[in-house]
């Protein structure tokens, strides 16, 4: 149940809340039936009459001011309740990392917003009729037990539809999640890829491809909503006659008969159209909540999911081997290389050279402890980290060919968020070569979607500034600087290796002679060759 990650005591001040709104009904009933009853007495006491309308209408005014209390506490817990599920599924989905996207924004967007709608709210509003319910009843009872009986009775067709019509409404939910996903896919497709349509003139085939993944998505939204309308229909219509005509029928007999006064006989039925009317809705909100199951399913994964603190400081490093690595895929079973072996000493610059496609990039993220080797192992100060992530991340950071740029300051692409004191941050800033820009621009500078606003070899730079600040003492290097111009390519060479304390392993399939100078190591993956200055 979502509602159990709202506060306690937000829950239940909204369930006292909802009994006196509760009460309201009985209130006005009971109210009615006095003024009827004085009504039909052949009395004519006006001032009575008046004196019972004017306490109606102050009882009223107490409930509406309730009421909003109520309406305000209620919004409170939804507004909670829909953090505490946004943030879960936030550390859920950064903490895999999946490169495939689409199903994670499909849960943060349309997903989340129908748990909130047809979830949330929906359970909120089932302890409100349940408590409307429970009151009618209960002074039904105290007014008339045969005609609560009758009324009771009747309840039973409303049931029977909405268990018939539940098991169709989470089928349509689970058909619609799936097209809603694929839709957002498309979209994110479609906008992504709009330079090369531009391109290649094929706009029309890319538009055509995301509308229509569009018209399935809409129609299996219209499927569901029309069904949980068609559900709500027949739940209406059998409790209209079952549950009002029949049971007002037989009232009528009994006040013809003298056995029900006309004043108790108009509050049963107000009564009981306010225990029926609870009773359909709930079964309305089930089907709502039912709805959500898929979403909700997915939601819970993440709710369960427990984020490791791996915040691990590396204190000191004394080397890492690498021990006969040999990689296969997990797909296709093809080996990617076979007997790579290395060694690398605390500040040491390493070279990894080999053709593209030969497998560079998955040796670093073995290091990393990202993918497990068929064959060998991987020391960090002499202990075995081959495969395990939590022991082997901390003493790397990583410099990509393309790094990530979040739309943010140029000081959050720097410190991702940490807190950091200014003197360090000064100091990895001169060292990333970026005082200039700082100096022009100051670190409060928004540095646009993916960096736009930041030139190739700054964004370079900033990636270089986050290494260093990170303190670890292995620095990776992807093909860092194969997509800039030969003079950038140098500067920032000189930037990545002038650091003494430390290490630098960088892969590369092509490099200049002056940057290969700059090396202690060269290895020649391919060729299992090793070059090392003299």
Known sequence: MSLKYAKKSQLISFTILAAIKACNIVFVAYMIQIMLNVASSGSHDYMHLIRLAILTALGQMCFMGS????????????????????????????????????????????????????????????????????????????SSWQMTIVFLIATIAPALVQMITSPIITKKSEIWAKTNANYTQNVSDSLNGAQATKLYNVRTNIVTRAAKAAQNME??????????????????????LFCFIVPCTIGGIMMMQGNLKVGTLVMMVDLAMNFITPVVTLFNEFNQVKSTVPMWTKTQVALDHVMKDDKQKIDHFEGMEVKGLSYVTNSDHKEIFDGVSLQVKPGQKVLLMAPSGWGKTTLLRLL??????????????????????????????????????????????????????????????????????????GLDKQVGENGSELSGGQIQRVEIARALLSGRPIL?????????????????????????????????????????????????????TVETKM
Request: net charge negative; aromatic share 8%; glycine share 4%.
């Open 67 to 142: 009421n909003f209390v109520y309406e305000t506490v209620k919004m409170g817990i939804i507004r909670d309740v829909n953090m505490t599920l946004k943030r879960a599924n936030l550390r859920y989905l950064v903490d895999q990392g999946e490169p495939d996207v689409k199903s994670g924004l499909s849960l943060m967007t349309n997903d989340l917003k129908q748990i909130e709608t047809n979830r949330i709210t929906a359970q909120l509003d089932m302890i409100f009729q349940g408590l409307s319910f429970l009151g009618a009843i209960s002074f039904a009872f105290y």
């Open 368 to 441: 990393l402890g990202l993918k497990k080797p068929k064959d060998g192992e991987i020391l960090l100060n002499g202990k075995n980290v081959t495969g395990k992530w939590d022991a082997a991340h901390n003493y790397f950071s990583y410099v990509n060919q393309k790094p990530f740029m979040f739309d943010d300051t140029l000081r959050f692409n720097i410190t991702l968020g940490r807190q950091v004191s200014d003197e360090k941050l000064k100091k990895v800033i001169h060292e990333a070569g970026l005082d200039e820009l700082v100096k022009d621009q």
């Open 476 to 528: 990776l290097a992807d093909e860092a600087t194969s997509a800039l111009d030969p003079q950038l390519s140098l500067d920032i060479h000189k930037t990545l290796l002038k650091n003494p304390n430390v290490a630098v392993i960088e892969v590369a399939h092509k490099i200049s002679p002056e940057e290969k100078a700059m090396f202690d190591v060269i290895i020649h993956l391919d060729k299992h």
């Open 219 to 240: 129609n299996a939204l219209r499927n569901m909503t029309l069904t949980q309308a068609w559900a709500l229909e027949l739940i209406y219509s059998a409790a209209e």
